[in-house]
């Protein structure tokens, strides 16, 4: 069974332009989670989607937003980048019965670097 | 607020000793708890899981241990190998939890 992918991999952007991050889920899984990975600061939780509702957010600006496909798949948009936003984003796929005991799959991140 | 801290951000042992990770919770409605393993450049990979009602579950050369009234859940690697040389990271949720990560811990093997 094929893991969690996400596309770019890597990606260069300036100082106020707007960046947009896919993910596919394995198949057969409906909740798609993203993380941000800065040095010293662990992941830290954005959201959430499942059946192309957000579920849960996690406390970033409004500049963070995402979005879930009817396929699973997700993307995750951030506006009006500034550096600190360069940062390892990570997306994981879980089976999203909604409750706590799943385990959730992580892709190998895109990696966004802000000049 | 820092509901699940790992608070060693970096761990040294000998290939063949037994690696231990610690790590906290503050929130008691958490009650599943997973370890991930990170390599640069890589999405964390998932490692072990425990969920509140047990207090030990094994898988090869991992155990977590979960002690409830502390609040505290370990990782036990042994014997540790080079290529368990990555960061771990520990995680809990609960009800409608998010998934809550700590800090991280950098294991090292040496040879």
């Known amino acids: 069974k094929a893991g969690v992918t996400q596309t770019p991999r890597y990606l260069i952007k300036t100082r106020g332009q707007q960046v947009t991050l896919s993910c596919s889920p394995i198949?057969?899984?409906?909740?798609v989670s993203w993380y941000q990975q800065t040095p010293g600061q662990g992941l830290q939780f954005l959201f959430e989607?499942?059946?192309?509702?957000?579920?849960n957010k996690g406390n970033f600006p409004g500049r963070f937003s995402g979005r879930q496909f009817s396929n699973s798949r997700s993307e995750m948009n951030v506006s009006t980048l500034e550096l600190g936003d360069s940062a390892l984003y990570l997306c994981?796929?879980?089976?999203?019965?909604?409750?706590?005991?799943?385990?959730?799959?992580f892709g190998p991140g895109t990696r966004l670097l802000v000049l | 607020d820092q509901q699940v801290k790992q608070n060693s951000p970096s761990l040294s042992v000998q290939e063949g000793r037994i690696s231990i990770l610690n790590c906290d919770y503050t929130?008691?409605?958490?009650?599943?708890f997973l370890w991930y393993k990170k390599y640069p450049a890589e999405g964390p990979t998932f490692l072990i899981s425990?969920?509140?009602?047990?207090d030990k579950n094994e898988d090869g050369r991992f155990t977590v241990f979960l002690n409830k009234s502390a609040k505290h859940l370990s990782l036990h690697i042994v014997p540790s190998q080079p290529g368990d040389s990555a960061v771990y990271f520990c995680?809990?949720?609960?009800?409608?939890?998010?998934?809550?990560f700590g800090q991280g811990t950098r294991l090292t093997i040496n040879p």
């Open positions: 198949s057969g899984h409906r909740s």
């Open positions: 989607y499942f059946s192309e509702t957000q579920r």
């Open positions: 929130n008691s409605m958490f009650d599943y």
């Open positions: 994981a796929s879980s089976r999203g019965q909604g409750f706590g005991g799943e385990t959730q799959y």
């Open positions: 995680a809990a949720s609960g009800g409608a939890q998010k998934l809550v």
């Open positions: 425990i969920s509140s009602i047990k």
